[in-house]
């Protein structure tokens, strides 16, 4: 990773389904799916009174909870 990049802060909805499906694309190789799942999350903006915020998660987030880990930058 450069070194100076940073992951986005936003906040997305994702159900366990979803890192299930991360975690079974991830096993088959489906690394297009992977990055098209990524690119197709839609920041929550403004949060719902019925959205529990619990349920929401960063992208750091995401990546964790899948058993991936990122390369640490080099400083």
């Given amino acids: 990773m ?3 990049f ?3 802060e936003d906040r997305y909805i994702i ?3 979803d890192i299930m499906d991360i ?3 991830y096993n088959n190789q489906d690394y297009e799916w992977i ?3 990524f690119e197709s999350l839609v920041p929550v903006q403004n949060i719902k009174k019925n959205i529990q915020p619990e349920s929401m998660y960063t992208f750091n987030e995401v990546i964790k909870m899948a058993g991936i880990t990122l390369p640490k ?3």
Avoid: G, M, Q, V
């Fill in 2 to 4: 450069p070194k100076d």
């Fill in 6 to 8: 940073k992951l986005p």
């Fill in 15 to 17: 159900h366990e389904s």
């Fill in 23 to 25: 975690l079974i694309a």
């Fill in 35 to 37: 990055l098209y799942f």
């Fill in 73 to 75: 930058n080099n400083e």
